[in-house]
């Protein structure tokens, strides 16, 4: 079969969940046996999300290969347990850094370079890339921003290009728009959607199938209209209303056939409606849990976008310990040893987050040492983890100036450094080590409680280490390596043993953690947490 693609574009205004809704055909396409792939395409002019503010743009989202991208590829990974890389994540940085790239090379031999052919061009060949690395059934590609966007004009250009050239018949559009609710009128108003169609028509593009965002229940006879004004089979106009949890979407959409509109375009034969039971099981499970367990979420930024796949895995974490989790985003710039303890009053457990930067980490060792010693179950990661080591060495190992080279680095006792000779062990030609690397773990330990396993992985996107030259101190004063990388012997995971559950890694286990294959270490962080 030849691959099919399917094209998410959306209108009127942003974050509407064209993420989401593309995360959500995907699972629905698996669950009739489909091999598929999401991606998205950024408008922005970065060349990845690594330099973007999180407090402006949410969480930079670490792929398997390393690759900083946008925080949709977290939901496509979450709803689908697919694996993304870098080239799931194409922005217009990336297109025009190649283009400009081989112009420079003489690649062109002299021709004027301009956005048709040579921009366009390039992001097509970014669609026949991911298609050669995975033999897929679908690939499912999210157009950034909205329609009308000067900046997305490029891309809207390329896929209407690329379908002709493929066959109309071998792909669908897909166009998400917005149905506002005017109170002071008491009606739901479709001129929106009608405009952004038109935009979009003005691009060479007609949508097969438009999905209705609203707050508002919407009747037959407006979708009708709607399918009248903007010509498409009433069929093909499906609604996305808010509900309790975004996990619920994928059921609302194959119940609305979403997934049969699409194969019935794509010509293919439809079969029977997958039952999706282990989905089904997982909402039943978080909609009948009702005890809270409240977690402090120590971190640098106020937006909740910033930390979503932790969030995300918390809450996975709670429905498999049937219990919901409350999360509390408590600000490290602001914490200090006078305040600590109303800060986390009420908490049943604490992540110490990850992050880069000076501002805030005095704060995050404050919570570490404040959790410590008050025996609450606590996970720091990334950076988190390394200010949990930074707070042993000082306040129990003895090293009052200890610090990472981050932060000082003029400390005598640099306990988190740059460990080039160590990276370099891993093949590493930088001081960033990124991607997935390997944890050998130790038996009879959280760790291992967790995973069950001697041999684990996790991604990885940070400059600095643990400094194994205070390895013998720390374990002298109580605190264990219980996760050690086998190649370069670097620290993946520190565990104080005579805390209930005080546990630091370095790597990120909330990439990867997902609806059907929660993360373990959440899961036993949550398990700790809950008071019997």
């Known amino acids: 079969m030849a691959t099919k693609y399917i094209f998410v574009t959306g209108g009127v205004a942003s974050s509407l969940g064209k993420g989401i809704i593309s995360s959500s055909i995907g699972k629905l396409l698996q669950a009739r046996g489909y091999n598929i792939t999401i991606q998205k395409f950024d408008p922005y002019i970065n060349v990845d999300s690594g330099s973007l503010n999180p407090n402006e743009h949410g969480e930079s989202y670490i792929t398997i290969d390393g690759h900083q ?151 037959s006879d407006l979708c009708a209209k709607v399918a009248s004004f903007c010509n498409v089979d009433t069929d093909c106009v499906v609604q996305s209303i808010d509900l309790p949890t975004i996990y619920e979407v994928p059921i609302q959409m194959q119940e609305q056939g979403l997934d049969r509109a699409i194969l019935r375009k794509l010509g293919m034969e439809i079969g029977e409606t997958p039952s999706l039971g282990p989905w089904k099981t997982f909402l039943d499970r978080r909609a009948k849990a009702s005890k809270i367990v409240n977690i402090g979420l120590v971190g640098k930024y106020a937006l909740q976008d910033a930390y979503k796949s932790i969030l995300e895995a918390l809450q996975q974490a709670g429905t498999y310990n049937d219990h919901k989790v409350k999360t509390h985003f408590i600000l490290s710039d602001q914490l200090t040893d006078d305040n600590i303890e109303t800060a986390l009053a009420g908490m049943d457990g604490v992540v110490i987050g990850p992050g880069n930067g000076p501002r805030g980490f005095e704060g995050k060792i404050v919570a570490a040492k404040y959790c410590r010693e008050h025996n609450i179950p606590t996970f720091g990661i990334c950076l988190g983890m390394q200010m949990m080591l930074v707070e042993f060495a000082r306040n129990v190992v003895g090293l009052k100036d200890a610090n990472s080279s981050e932060f000082d680095p003029c400390t005598k006792h640099c306990v988190i450094d740059n460990l080039d000779e160590a990276k370099s062990i891993l093949g590493i030609d930088s001081t960033l080590r990124k991607g997935t690397f390997n944890c050998q773990i130790e038996k009879g330990t959280k760790a291992f409680e967790a995973y069950n396993s001697e041999l684990i992985s996790g991604r990885h996107h940070h400059h600095f280490e643990f400094n194994n030259k205070f390895k013998t101190d720390f374990e002298l004063a109580g605190m264990k390596f219980t996760g050690i990388n086998p190649e370069s012997g670097l620290i993946e995971i520190a565990e104080v043993p005579s805390c209930k559950w005080y546990v630091g890694v370095e790597f990120h286990p909330e990439y990867g953690s997902t609806v059907l294959n929660p993360n373990p270490l959440f899961l036993q962080f949550i398990k700790a947490t809950i008071h019997e």
Do not use: W
Request: glycine share 8%.
């Open 69 to 219: 991208g946008d925080l949709d590829l977290g939901h496509y990974e979450r709803f689908t347990d697919i694996q993304v890389t870098r080239n799931n994540n194409i922005t217009t940085g990336r297109i025009y850094q190649s283009v400009i790239d081989r112009e420079r090379r003489g690649d062109y031999r002299g021709k004027t370079i301009q956005v048709v052919p040579h921009i366009t061009n390039e992001i097509k060949h970014q669609l026949n890339v991911l298609n050669m690395k995975g033999n897929y059934d679908f690939i499912i590609t999210e157009i950034g921003g909205t329609v009308g966007d000067i900046e997305g004009l490029p891309f809207l250009e390329a896929i209407r290009q690329y379908r002709r050239e493929i066959g109309i018949s071998n792909a669908v559009n897909v166009h998400l728009t917005y149905v506002p609710y005017l109170s002071a009128a008491g009606e739901l108003k479709t001129k929106p959607t009608q405009h952004s169609v038109k935009e979009l028509q003005r691009q060479g593009i007609q949508p097969d199938i438009l999905v209705l965002r609203t707050e508002h229940q919407l009747e």
